[in-house]
């Protein structure tokens, strides 16, 4: 079983950046599709983005695409989230989850995902 620590989130102004971290620990990111989801206050928690188990084959939720990148460091067993060109709307809390089953499908969806960090709350001001 993984365990997985978020951190990076702060509060930003919009049109700024951040980048997250999702340190991993107890098992190697290379046996898990690696994500991120969010959670905004009264929403439900939606997919952000996601790794492959090879490192590749990044996947996108469109709100994000462009603006977002998701990497990975094998060596530190962490996953990152660059997050630039902030909008208010990307306001949540930020979750680093993993997937033990999918293989070659993306997990786009968060009850496809099985472990989770407890999440960094990320703030971006109007």
């Known amino acids: 079983q993984v365990q997985l620590v978020e951190s990076g989130g702060g509060l930003v102004q919009a049109g700024g950046s951040l980048r997250l971290s999702c340190a991993a620990s107890g098992r190697t990111l290379s046996s898990y599709y690696m994500g991120w989801c969010r959670q905004a206050p009264g929403k439900e928690r939606e997919f952000v983005a996601a790794?492959?188990?090879?490192?590749?084959?990044?996947s996108y939720a469109d709100s994000v695409k462009g603006r977002f990148t998701i990497s990975r460091d094998i060596a530190k067993n962490t996953i990152y989230l660059q997050m630039n060109s902030l909008k208010p709307e990307d306001t949540a809390v930020y979750y680093c989850?993993?997937?033990?089953?999918?293989?070659?499908?993306?997990?786009?969806?968060?009850?496809?995902?099985?472990?989770w960090g407890q999440g960094t709350q990320v703030t971006v001001s109007s």
């Open positions: 989850a993993a997937d033990r089953d999918n293989v070659v499908t993306v997990p786009t969806t968060p009850d496809e995902y099985d472990y």
């Open positions: 790794i492959s188990r090879g490192g590749y084959r990044p």
